[in-house]
């Protein structure tokens, strides 16, 4: 997948519908996976960015939850665009976190990944994505929910419900701290 958004990030700007191409319209984890990933780096300090990056894993999520085959976006999303100088800084932040996630992750804990989980999981990731917005204006808390969300879209990418139980071990940690930021 970084591979793919490297030969994106040669362009000038990258559009959504640009790594949609890229991805595929079948792969609903990734699409959860890519965004969250990205909201997790310091590009998520680009005002609006977070809000349009919930946006598209909450349009994600929905279209998983409803059994859709195929992903389908709205125009006004699939139009946003970065630059890709900027998109190929955050592909090569994420080159060493996804290199260690590709050799320590196998099939562990399926109850946490199971069809049942599954949906709790894509519920789960469908209310961060409702509450991001709203936290937007805090420098970097959206990448403290960005790390929940890429540890949940691993586990249903790689099947490892390791990845599962560390979203949710750090969901609370996230909640307990924005808890703290906001009193």
């Not at 894993?57 to 890709?84: A, D, E, I, N, Y």
Request: hydrophobic share 55%; with cysteine.
């Amino acid at each position: 997948m970084l591979s793919a958004l490297d030969s994106l990030a040669e362009r000038n700007t990258v559009s959504l519908g640009n790594l949609l191409e890229e991805i595929g319209t079948r792969a609903f984890a990734p699409l959860i996976l890519v965004p969250a990933l990205i909201l997790v780096t310091p590009i998520s300090g680009v005002p609006g960015l977070p809000t349009v990056g919930a946006i598209l894993m909450l349009l994600v999520t929905v279209q998983k939850l409803f059994g859709r085959k195929h992903l389908w976006l709205p125009g006004w999303l699939t139009r946003r665009s970065v630059s890709g100088e900027r998109l190929g800084g955050a592909v090569d932040w994420m080159r060493r976190p996804c290199g260690w996630i590709d050799r320590h992750s196998r099939r562990r804990l399926s109850a946490l990944v199971s069809a049942p989980a599954n949906i709790v999981t894509a519920l789960v990731i469908s209310l961060i994505c409702l509450v991001i917005p709203a936290l937007e204006l805090l420098p970097m808390v959206t990448s403290l929910l960005a790390i929940a969300i890429s540890l949940f879209a691993i586990g249903l990418l790689a099947r490892d419900g390791i990845y599962t139980l560390l979203a949710w071990l750090w969901l609370a940690i996230a909640g307990g701290v924005i808890y703290w930021l906001m009193s």
